[in-house]
């Protein structure tokens, strides 16, 4: 108390200290003493408020957060996943103001998830004894695919980032789309390879966790992905409405052709498809007269992850080998002598030992990967059961006058965004099968004599997931039987198709169909699987073989009659293929 008695000692105006009465400095010590607790109060109440203000903006943050991700998650197949691995992420109500935050967090988790994946499968290869040589294949494809799947990944956080504002609405959903749904039928494909026999399904039950989880979280990102998309086209289309605006081009128009071209094309390859010939970079000969004897060795010597056309030109022979294009090498185009003369081929298969997956003679997987008067073969035999001629994974990948030829599983379009104009395809079980989004266009698609006992199918389609914007479109083509089977198609019932997976989806339209397809049209795969979910449609068909009525009555089959409809599975619509079909300098046509 004696410092704050000093600090009431006056001074008088000639500097002579004055005294305060006893009961003036009682007053004045209690004014004082007033003032300082009004004071203290104040500043604790300030406190107190400054501290609940922050509170209170970080728990809005925090609800504003939750709200935004819990909205998100409602348009996914599995929503107390979708939202309980991105709540539990560190700083989670800082990071989330929008869908599209909660999408990115949804892929970086997911991306950590078969990270883990990868791991676990590497430590399998190394630890487990006793493994059958398709089982050691088997896990090899899967660090491929899981490999791939991280590179899907990434590109998509990569463009996600950019969205909205790189490309148009509908080029930015069909790209994250696709990469999503390339990475869900990833994790379906390494699962795959485990169900060959009954050892497999040891190895499979490790595995089926990890791969399911990464599955799930890929399906809850690709359904976000379209309903914010769908959303923000649906908005832009009807602004444009409103305003009288026509709708932004959907591809880049070169301004001096009008030719549409894709962004990953150069300039220089332009000039080139522009040309009235196609100049190769290298020559492959098995006489020894060109750069290299084998295919396998001039795709080896292809540059990597390159922007620019590299033509191999195949020069007329058979070449026994299995041809492996891996996803390093981009934009690599096969050009043969023709389709009759120049035949890669080879006869791995699953009986003998190898998946299906890596029975392909030729596995294209690299981007932009193009091919024109090939054969692509695999002469394993029907006894042989699943061995590929040509597996596509090569996204905006197109096929041009080649020959897939084989028995079980001919061509299997694996993933991605795919093209096939005036090429063969025979074969007798599921000869065209996978998860690509792909169309046949002006193609003959026969079926051709099986083991006895056997029936043929001409598709088996692979889509797990609604979401997915995948399946397999047959238009203007023409289906029939390979003269082996034409003298006893009555002996081998031959379908359209049957639901290889639980969402499978198949289009056949405005095609020839003779009458090797039994009236039922359509398979199951086993019992009431599938039925309901699945989507089979025809459209405009004609031949002995093209009649409906007498069609399956499946909940999830269907007539169309409208052109609105049907033209969604156009080339056009359905892979986008007014912004890169024209640079494969293949013919196409984008509409019905």
């Known amino acids: 108390m004696t410092r704050i008695k000093d600090m009431f000692a006056g001074m008088s105006d000639s500097g002579q200290p004055i005294t305060i009465s006893s009961k003036k400095k009682k007053l004045f010590l209690a004014l004082f003493a007033s003032l300082l607790l009004v004071s203290i109060v104040i500043g604790v109440v300030v406190g107190v408020k400054s501290r609940k203000s922050d509170s209170d903006s970080s728990n809005f943050r925090t609800s504003a957060a939750h709200t935004v991700l819990k909205s998100s998650c409602s348009s996914t197949l599995y929503q107390d996943l979708c939202y309980s691995a991105i709540a539990s992420v560190p700083g989670m109500s800082e990071k989330v103001t929008s869908q599209k935050d909660v999408i990115e967090l949804s892929l970086n988790i997911t991306k950590e998830a078969v990270e883990h994946n990868f791991f676990t499968i590497e430590k399998l290869i190394k630890t487990l004894k006793g493994l059958t040589k398709r089982e050691k294949g088997a896990l090899h494809d899967c660090l491929?695919?899981?490999?791939?799947?991280?590179?899907?990944?990434?590109?998509?956080?990569?463009?996600?980032?950019?969205?909205?504002?790189?490309?148009?609405?509908?080029?930015h959903a069909g790209d994250l789309k696709t990469l999503i749904s390339s990475a869900i039928t990833n994790q379906e494909s390494c699962l795959d390879g485990?169900?060959?026999?009954?050892?497999?399904k040891h190895v499979r039950e490790v595995l089926l966790a990890g791969q399911v989880h990464v599955e799930k979280m890929c399906s809850n990102a690709l359904a976000m992905i379209k309903n914010m998309t769908d959303a923000d086209i649906a908005t832009y289309e009807k602004e444009m409405k409103l305003n009288g605006r026509k709708l932004k081009e959907e591809e880049e128009v070169d301004s001096s052709s009008g030719i549409k071209w894709p962004e990953w094309l150069s300039a220089g390859d332009r000039r080139l498809l522009q040309a009235s010939g196609v100049t190769p970079n290298v020559v492959v000969a098995a006489d020894g007269s060109g750069n290299y004897r084998t295919v396998s060795a001039a795709v080896a010597a292809a540059p990597?992850?390159?922007?620019?056309?590299?033509?191999?030109?195949?020069?007329?022979?058979?070449?026994?080998?299995?041809?492996d294009v891996p996803k390093s090498k981009t934009n690599i185009m096969f050009m043969g002598d023709g389709r009759k003369t120049t035949i890669i081929t080879a006869s791995k298969?699953?009986?003998?030992?190898?998946?299906?997956?890596?029975?392909?003679?030729?596995?294209?997987?690299?981007?932009?990967?193009l091919a024109r008067d090939i054969t692509f073969q695999n002469t394993?035999?029907?006894?042989?059961?699943q061995a590929v001629a040509l597996r596509v994974g090569s996204d905006l990948s197109a096929f041009y006058q080649c020959d897939m030829l084989a028995y079980q599983d001919t061509l299997y379009v694996h993933s991605n965004r795919q093209f096939f104009i005036n090429c063969l395809v025979a074969g007798t079980v599921d000869f065209i099968f996978g998860n690509a989004a792909v169309v046949l266009q002006d193609c003959d698609i026969h079926a051709r004599r099986p083991n006895s006992g056997q029936k043929n199918m001409v598709t088996a389609q692979g889509r797990t997931d609604p979401n997915q914007n995948t399946g397999i479109v047959i238009q203007k083509s023409r289906i029939g039987a390979t003269s082996d089977l034409r003298p006893v198609q009555s002996s081998f019932p031959t379908y359209l198709g049957r639901p290889w997976k639980e969402y499978s989806r198949t289009v056949v339209m405005q095609s020839s169909i003779t009458d090797v397809i039994v009236p039922a049209g359509w398979s199951e795969w086993s019992g009431s699987f599938a039925l309901n979910t699945l989507f089979y449609a025809e459209y405009q068909n004609t031949g002995a073989g093209a009649g409906t009525s007498g069609r399956v009555t499946w909940k999830g089959y269907k007539v169309i009659t409208s052109a609105t409809e049907a033209?969604?599975?156009?080339?056009?619509s359905f892979i986008g293929g007014g912004s890169w079909l024209r640079a494969t300098g293949f013919p196409f046509s984008l509409g019905l």
């Not at 485990?194 to 497999?200: I, N």
């Not at 030109?313 to 026994?320: E, S």
């Open 380 to 385: 394993a035999g029907p006894s042989k059961h």
């Open 194 to 200: 485990f169900s060959h026999e009954e050892a497999d």
């Open 144 to 171: 491929e695919m899981v490999d791939e799947t991280l590179d899907e990944l990434h590109e998509a956080v990569e463009d996600l980032e950019k969205y909205p504002t790189k490309k148009t609405l509908r080029q």
């Open 567 to 572: 033209q969604s599975y156009t080339p056009g």
């Open 349 to 369: 298969n699953v009986v003998d030992g190898s998946t299906t997956f890596n029975s392909a003679t030729v596995a294209a997987v690299g981007q932009g990967f």
């Open 304 to 323: 990597s992850k390159s922007s620019s056309r590299y033509v191999i030109r195949i020069k007329a022979g058979v070449y026994r080998e299995n041809v």
